[in-house]
């Protein structure tokens, strides 16, 4: 059974950063695509960073691109969301996600079977 479970989030200030981290256990890390996505109050869940099996594509929201970047290290089964220039808007649960994908250089945006529980992020002075 595949499983997820995000850290790092946290209150930081506007202009801030933060680091999540989610750890992947089961399934066969080498063959998810993985994402991070985030969902706030009374919106809808979007898709804000994801990174293809072999880590070479990376495809990000407008919302976020230049500010945050998506990594992964097959070694130690994590994926991770360097986020930087925070803003209020970014307030949110962010969920990680993985998915089989047998295409190597695909960062798909939908079909994901496995989610994390979620973290709170909270950009506020």
């Known amino acids: 059974q595949v499983q997820l479970v995000e850290s790092g989030g946290g209150l930081v200030q506007p202009g801030g950063s933060l680091r999540l981290s989610c750890v992947v256990s089961?399934?066969?890390?080498?063959?998810?695509?993985l994402a991070w996505a985030r969902q706030a109050p009374g919106k809808e869940r979007e898709f804000v960073a994801v990174?293809?099996?072999?880590?070479?594509?990376?495809n990000y929201a407008d919302s976020v691109r230049g500010r945050f970047a998506i990594s992964r290290d097959n070694a130690k089964n994590t994926v991770s969301l360097q986020m930087n220039n925070l803003e209020a808007e970014d307030t949110a649960v962010y969920y990680c996600?993985?998915?089989?994908?047998?295409?190597?250089?695909?960062?798909?945006?939908?079909?994901?079977?496995?989610w994390g529980p979620g973290t709170q992020v909270t950009v506020s002075s």
């Open positions: 996600a993985a998915r089989s994908n047998t295409v190597a250089g695909a960062v798909p945006t939908s079909g994901y079977a496995y």
């Open positions: 089961g399934g066969t890390f080498g063959t998810f695509a």
């Open positions: 990174i293809s099996r072999g880590g070479t594509v990376r």
